[in-house]
């Protein structure tokens, strides 16, 4: 049982360059979520997921697209990369219901992105 | 707006040296508060969920509590093992995403 897998796990990137992160979850989780990390900032919410065809904006959105084909696949797409885009980069995933328990969030180990 | 602020933003203990860390909180309605811990180079990890004042969770030397306005999670007796960062998130009600503040790090020396 993996969990929330994330691919690549570190990349350099020039500016202007496009590149996708993948997501993968095997817990057949509902809700998926892209968040991005940066010293003194905390989680910032990117995009997030509520199911298979759905996406919607968080708190930081510019610059990113995603998508969600599949159930278990959440993908971040920077389409010309920034150098304010160079951060750590964390995919979660939960259940969703009435249950608070439901709720917890499970997080990938996260994908470290310079851009030069 | 909802807001997350957690205090402080650094600490230092001597093994065994008791204290918490808070977790102060501004939502429409609470539906859930969160605490993770982040290790150097890894994801958050899970630690308690709590639904209402009053409640307490405990789990070997952490103990998290809750009020109307905010969240301690009481560290006991730590051990070297307990550095990391301490990350706590809230959920309000009727939406779909948790608000995280931006943490503790915690150091602690033996």
């Known amino acids: 049982n993996a969990g929330v897998t994330q691919t690549p796990k570190f990349r350099v990137l020039k500016t202007g360059q496009s590149m996708t992160l993948l997501c993968a979850q095997d817990m057949n989780h509902e809700y998926m979520y892209w968040y991005r990390q940066d010293p003194g900032m905390g989680l910032r919410l990117i995009h997030y997921?509520?199911?298979?065809?759905?996406?919607a904006k968080g708190e930081v959105p510019d610059g990113y697209n995603v998508s969600r084909l599949k159930k278990q696949n959440f993908l971040l797409g920077l389409e010309s990369a920034a150098p304010s885009q160079t951060s750590v980069y964390f995919c979660?995933?939960?259940?969703?219901?009435?249950?608070?328990?439901?709720?917890?969030?499970?997080f990938g180990a996260g994908t470290r992105l310079s851009v030069l | 707006e909802d807001q997350v602020t957690q205090s402080p933003e650094a600490l230092r203990l001597q093994e065994g040296e008791s204290s918490s860390l808070n977790c102060s909180y501004t939502v429409s309605g609470l539906r859930g508060l969160f605490w993770y811990r982040q290790d150097p180079g890894k994801g958050p990890e899970f630690l308690f969920t709590?639904?209402?004042a009053g409640e307490e969770k405990e789990k070997e030397r952490l103990k998290a509590t809750l009020t109307k306005k905010e969240s301690f999670l009481h560290i006991t007796a730590p051990k070297p093992e307990d550095s990391a960062t301490y990350l706590c998130a809230v959920q309000a009600v009727g939406d779909d995403k948790i608000i995280f503040g931006k943490g503790t790090r915690l150091h602690i020396l033996p």
């Open positions: 997921s509520v199911g298979e065809g759905t996406t």
């Open positions: 709590l639904y209402s």
């Open positions: 979660a995933s939960s259940y969703h219901g009435t249950s608070l328990a439901k709720n917890i969030q499970y």
